[in-house]
């Protein structure tokens, strides 16, 4: 009796996150990271995702019982799109986020590290993965950029502190006082999109280094503006650095201003992936997964900004 008490009201609760959506669409934004239509937009794209590949699957699999058999899912497909973004915009214990949706803290978790690869696969983390596909529009899109000074920084997040000695001191950062992974994003000059990502390197290795190991990514011809911790790379603009024991002159100091004023964008563009609790605070999930996730949350931001379109399903009879 009293697990069926405890279920009924797991469920009321779960009902009543959905419900909450339903009823307050403007309220989706603070709740998921995305406006209510792009939310709905995800998921069918998402349940036709999956579906495609439960189909690979079945066609895949010798049955013994019939198609459609076994146990049921707790939660619907669109149930579970919305826990995993739940975890991902407020990084939640699995055992409350369970106890949220009424599931188990196991479940929560599975439900979790089955639809993120699926999220990520929708959603590209940049311009360049989006069409590095077809080489042809890759070569177009490198030429174009050519155009505008990419705006480029990284950040820093704290980490788990790894077991293996090694990888301890490979992720120390002395700027933070503690183990972190470092992340570098090039944005628009005006930070309409992503134009390119790289996540989940150690915390140490400095921003220059990162940029010239990812430099292959753009035309030989690009150029970037970036923070003096780009100091020394040719093809990066920075502002003036104040002479050692000198000042700088207000010429000087107007002149960073308006630097400052046009790099803000990609300040602004990290904020706005820092909404994701999941990546403003600790890493507590698998270091392993520190990509994976950090790729799909910029994907979510391309989205949220407009920058990255899903497809919509087609009616055939409004078509015709």
């Not at 590949?53 to 699999?61: F, G, P």
Request: proline content about 4%.
């Amino acid at each position: 009796m009293v697990k069926e008490h405890q279920r009924a009201f797991l469920t009321q609760n779960m009902s009543n996150i959905l419900n909450h959506i339903e009823e307050n669409p403007k309220e989706t934004q603070r709740l998921i990271g995305l406006e209510y239509e792009q939310l709905q937009q995800l998921i069918e794209n998402a349940e036709r995702l999956n579906h495609e590949k439960q189909a690979i699957l079945e066609s895949k699999k010798v049955r013994i019982i019939a198609g459609g058999g076994g146990r049921k899912p707790k939660l619907s497909v669109k149930e579970q799109i919305i826990l995993t973004l739940v975890y991902l915009r407020h990084m939640t214990t699995f055992q409350l986020l369970g106890i949220q949706f009424g599931v188990s803290e196991s479940t929560a978790n599975d439900i979790f590290n089955y639809w993120l690869p699926i999220l990520r696969e929708l959603l590209p983390s940049s311009l360049i993965e989006q069409v590095k596909k077809n080489e042809s529009d890759l070569m177009i899109v490198k030429e174009i950029l050519t155009e505008y000074e990419l705006i480029v920084d990284s950040y820093e997040q704290v980490r788990e502190r790894p077991g293996d000695k090694e990888e301890q001191e490979k992720y120390f950062s002395g700027k933070k006082s503690n183990h972190t992974f470092k992340s570098q994003m090039i944005i628009m000059p005006d930070g309409r999109d992503i134009v390119d990502v790289v996540a989940g390197e150690p915390g140490p290795k400095s921003d220059i280094t990162m940029f010239r190991e990812n430099r292959d990514n753009f035309d030989p011809k690009q150029n970037f503006k970036g923070d003096l911790g780009y100091l020394g790379e040719d093809l990066i603009d920075i502002p003036i650095k104040k002479p050692r024991n000198k000042e700088l002159t207000t010429g000087q100091k107007k002149l960073n201003k308006e630097f400052s004023s046009k790099r803000i964008f990609v300040e602004h563009r990290i904020r706005s992936v820092k909404i994701f609790r999941v990546v403003q605070d600790r890493f507590r999930l698998n270091p392993k997964k520190y990509e994976q996730v950090i790729l799909t949350i910029c994907g979510l931001v391309r989205l949220r900004i407009g920058a990255l379109i899903l497809p919509t399903r087609i009616d055939p009879l409004a078509s015709g």
